[in-house]
Nanobody, 123 residues
Framework: QLQASGGGLVLAGGSLKLSCAAS????????MGWFRQAPGKERSAVAL????????YYADSVNGRFTISRDNAKNTVTLEMNSLKLEDTAVYYC??????????????????WGQGTQVTVSS
């Protein structure tokens, strides 16, 4: 089970931090990350991190503004979002998968999903 938290309403240029806690099963050797889905759009990868934290992926649209990290001892993954833009508005989903981050780019390969948390950026 993946439990996401930290979404909300923020002004453009502001910051938010999303957290995801894994529980109920063994989440070792899994890549984790965040996807987002805006109304009328497909769910797409925002930031992914492998088990060791040695491989990270960022979507071009968030690179340099978002930072993903994980704490394997606590089974958590965090997404720090800075300089938020209106176009960052979406439902953000925590995800985990026993695969590489490259494979995990495809939403249809993700094995575990969190419930989603709304992020709304206003002007």
């Amino acid at each position: 089970q993946l439990q996401a938290s930290g979404g909300g309403l923020v002004l453009a240029g502001g910051s938010l931090k999303l957290s995801c806690a894994a529980s109920g099963r063994t989440f070792t050797n899994v890549a984790m990350g965040w996807f987002r889905q805006a109304p009328g759009k497909e769910r797409s990868a925002v930031a992914l991190i492998d088990w060791r934290g040695s491989s990270r992926y960022y979507a071009d649209s968030v690179n340099g503004r978002f930072t993903i990290s994980r704490d394997n001892a606590k089974n958590t993954v965090t997404l720090e979002m800075n300089s938020l833009k209106l176009e960052d508005t979406a439902v953000y989903y925590c995800a985990a998968s026993r695969s590489s981050t490259t494979t995990m780019l495809r939403a249809d390969t993700v094995q575990y999903w969190g419930q989603g948390t709304q992020v709304t950026v206003s002007s």
